[in-house]
């Protein structure tokens, strides 16, 4: 079993920044590769970084290319996400996911946390 735990989000204004974490737990050798997905209302979950166990392979959906950097501290089995420069848009629910594959695909991966509210106001 694999547990993944958020923190971070809440409301910031538009061109404000934001970090989040996820930390892992358990079988963290299942993972080879964590990323952050969002989902807004009304809208499916969509993919917005991910990267490798190695921290040398990322992946960056075109959105938030140049404003969001992912990073992970493989002694805390933690991810982190900062997010600058932030829209109105990027306003959703932040999931963290874990995946044995080099996938950027929502459905490939395996494990996922509670999810984190991120709102940017206007």
């Known amino acids: 079993q694999v547990q993944l735990v958020e923190s971070g989000g809440g409301l910031v204004q538009a061109g404000g920044s934001l970090s989040l974490s996820c930390a892992a737990s358990?079988?963290?050798?299942?993972?080879?590769?964590m990323g952050w997905f969002r989902q807004a209302p009304g809208k499916e979950r969509e993919f917005v970084t991910a990267?490798?166990?190695?921290?040398?392979?990322?992946y960056y959906a075109d959105s938030v290319k140049g404003r969001f950097t992912i990073s992970r501290d493989n002694g805390k089995n933690t991810i982190f996400l900062q997010m600058n420069s932030l829209k109105p848009e990027d306003t959703a629910v932040y999931y963290c996911?874990?995946?044995?594959?080099?996938?950027?695909?929502?459905?490939?991966?395996?494990?996922w946390g509670q999810g984190t509210q991120v709102t940017v106001s206007s």
């Open positions: 996911a874990g995946t044995a594959r080099q996938s950027v695909y929502t459905d490939e991966y395996n494990y």
């Open positions: 358990g079988d963290t050798f299942r993972i080879n590769v």
């Open positions: 990267i490798n166990w190695s921290g040398v392979i990322t």
